[in-house]
């Protein structure tokens, strides 16, 4: 089992900048392929960034270049840095556990953290 729990969603103008943390217990931490999705109201659940266990990432092509994901198996925690935020990023932003053995899956989620871009 293993609990995720975000944080740093926030009211921010066009332009600037915010960094999501998303805090994980319960598990071996290191173990687990990280993401981050995004969801807006009527809309699917949107695969935003990847970092797996060995530290490859992976983007949306909505945010290459302005998103960047990353990790601290010390602390447990992985990051979504995201600069240049456009009011299309307005969001629920998940934090995401997967991890594959054999036949099974776990996969795990947080509750969210709101993000608005607005003037």
């Known amino acids: 089992q293993v609990q995720l729990v975000e944080s740093g969603g926030d009211l921010v103008q066009p332009g600037g900048s915010l960094r999501l943390s998303c805090a994980a217990s319960?598990?071996?931490?290191?173990?687990?392929?990280m993401n981050w999705y995004r969801q807006t109201p009527g809309k699917e659940r949107e695969l935003v960034a990847s970092?797996?266990?060995?530290?490859?990432?992976n983007y949306a092509d909505s945010v290459k270049g302005r998103f960047t994901i990353s990790r601290d198996n010390a602390k447990t925690t992985v990051y979504l840095q995201m600069n240049s935020l456009k009011p299309e990023d307005t969001a629920v932003y998940y934090c995401?556990?997967?991890?594959?053995?054999?036949?099974?899956?776990?996969?795990?989620w947080g509750q969210g953290t709101q993000v608005t871009v607005s003037s």
């Open positions: 995401n556990a997967l991890r594959r053995v054999r036949f099974t899956t776990y996969n795990y």
């Open positions: 319960g598990s071996i931490f290191s173990l687990y392929d």
């Open positions: 970092i797996s266990s060995s530290g490859s990432t």
